[in-house]
Nanobody
């Protein structure tokens, strides 16, 4: 079992920045690839990016590449998502996710093993 708890969401103006955190716990959490997804009102949950448990490599959706950065602190079992140059279309609930796959590619939401409860990010224009 892996437990995930997100924090750090909020309201920000377009062009601003936020940093989300996800505290992960569980006996084998270090062997899970961790990542972020988001879901806007009326839309399906979508992949944002992941960071591999094995080599720390990252993989991002094209829509956020160059603006968002994922990192993890294995000593603290914490995952981060730095969101820069935010746009109104980035408004969504952001979810932390964990999966046993090795990373390095798109992960369909239906394949995710564990989810956090989500944190709201709202970007005003």
């Amino acid at each position: 079992q892996v437990q995930l708890v997100e924090s750090g969401g909020g309201l920000v103006q377009a062009g601003g920045s936020l940093r989300l955190s996800c505290a992960a716990s569980g006996r084998t959490v270090s062997r899970y690839t961790l990542g972020w997804f988001r879901q806007a009102p009326g839309k399906e949950r979508e992949f944002v990016g992941v960071i591999s448990w094995s080599d720390g490599s990252t993989y991002y959706a094209d829509s956020v590449k160059g603006r968002f950065t994922i990192s993890r602190d294995n000593a603290k079992n914490t995952l981060y998502l730095q969101l820069n140059n935010l746009k109104p279309e980035d408004t969504a609930v952001y979810y932390c996710a964990a999966d046993r796959y090795s990373g390095g590619r798109y992960l369909p939401p239906r394949e995710v093993d564990y989810w956090g409860q989500g944190t709201q990010v709202t970007v005003s224009s």
